[in-house]
């Protein structure tokens, strides 16, 4: 067997020299390496980011129809898999997450996570450094960011993985893992008696945050959600879980911050937790932050250069902190939320099942 490094840099195509995540172009053909496992890809879940791009594209090629729309959105997706062996975007830089069975192990990573060939799972390392091949688009679910595909996929020693143990729905594990990063995050940033903003509050991960705040600041704490469409509003009413809610365009962030203000009597967020889809949230984020309070940008639209010139601009000195996916038992924590929160995990069902 071919033997392979434990970062996957023997997969990359071009530039050579770099590792897959940040490669154009991955090398996703079989045979797999000594340190690799291949699975059967049954379901990808697009980062919501690349799947708005990704819509947004379509409608502007083929119109509105929601069949055409599909199709088109499908073809654009194989399009990127075929180009870049990989599904990243190329506009947003985002992946996602795949759902599948595992087809066959390394050697070196036979029994790794307790699986053998067969078991299901779902892969915690963005689709963005995972090679990947589609053979064919089975469903594309335009409400939940999700595709049925058949194809494969192949994962690092590196990789970290969730077995799937069929007491979850497996659309809705994989939805929920997709954001595990950020309920965990805001476990760890939010204190009893806090203010925390939550921006695109009534989507999957801001419903999350929002829930994961509610419990971090305790009765004491004010959680402040905000959704933008009458849906996402009356999602963040059902989930019951902020003490204000709030609806408007989190990209007008003079409006925003006067909205927070006059909410909460003039006072701005000790944690501010940006949940959001689309570019150019920034400055709402920076202007809705205490001077000495912290931003979580989970948001995979958030531009570095606006956040840290932005921040600059209006003499903010809030830690600024990266969305990273990763935290340590965030799996653990996304999965447990859904037997903790009743009114979440139905809202989630019903969006995701
Ligand atoms: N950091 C990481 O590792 C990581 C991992 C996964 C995902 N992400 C990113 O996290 C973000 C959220 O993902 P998700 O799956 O939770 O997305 P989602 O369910 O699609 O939620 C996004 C929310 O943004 C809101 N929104 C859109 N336009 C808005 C506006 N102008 N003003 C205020 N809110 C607006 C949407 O509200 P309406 O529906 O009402 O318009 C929606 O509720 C995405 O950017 C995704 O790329 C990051």
């Known amino acids: 067997m071919r033997q392979g490094c434990p970062y996957g840099s023997h997969r990359v195509l071009e530039p050579v020299g770099s590792l897959p995540q940040a490669a154009w172009k991955v090398d996703h053909t079989r045979p797999i390496y000594d340190n690799e496992m291949l699975i059967d890809v049954t379901t990808l879940n697009v980062d919501a980011a690349s799947f708005r791009q990704f819509k947004e594209t379509a409608e502007a090629n083929v119109g509105a129809g929601k069949e055409k729309l599909e199709a088109e959105v499908g073809r654009l997706l194989m399009e990127v898999v075929n180009t870049r062996g990989k599904l990243q975007n190329p ?8 759902l599948g069975q595992v087809a066959e192990l390394g050697e070196k990573v036979q029994g790794r ?3 053998k060939v067969g078991d299901r799972l779902a892969t915690l390392v963005s689709l963005t450094l995972t090679p990947l091949a589609i053979d064919e688009i089975k469903a594309v679910r335009l409400d939940a960011d999700q595709v049925d595909i058949t194809g494969h996929a192949i994962i690092f020693a590196s990789g970290v993985v969730a077995p799937l143990t069929g007491d979850v729905g497996e659309r809705l594990a994989l939805a929920v893992l997709d954001v595990a990063g950020a ?8 204190q009893p008696g806090d203010t925390v903003f939550i921006v695109g ?3 999957k991960s801001g419903m999350m945050c929002t829930a994961m705040a509610r419990e971090a600041a305790g009765v004491t704490g004010n959680v402040i959600s905000m959704g933008h469409s009458d ?24 409006e925003t911050m006067r909205q927070l203000e006059a909410a909460t009597g003039g006072e701005k967020a ?16 920076i202007l809705c932050t205490k001077p000495g309070g912290t931003i979580y940008f ?6 570095f250069t606006r956040a840290a010139l932005g921040a600059e601009g209006v003499g903010s000195g809030a830690t600024m902190i990266v969305g990273n996916g990763y935290a340590p038992g965030h799996a653990r924590v996304a999965l447990n939320m859904l037997k903790t929160h009743a009114k979440l995990a139905e809202i989630l069902t019903r969006m995701y099942l």
């Open 201 to 203: 509050g009534g989507g």
């Open 183 to 190: 309920p965990a995050q805001t476990a760890r940033l939010v």
């Open 270 to 285: 000790d944690v501010t937790i940006n949940c959001v889809n689309i570019p150019d949230t920034e400055m709402t984020s």
């Open 113 to 115: 996570d307790g699986l």
């Open 91 to 98: 506009v947003t830089g985002s992946g996602g997450m795949l």
């Open 231 to 254: 849906a996402s509003c009356q999602r963040l009413a059902e989930l019951d879980a902020a003490d204000i809610i709030l609806q408007g365009d989190a990209t007008n962030a003079l």
């Open 298 to 303: 989970f948001s995979m639209a958030t531009s």
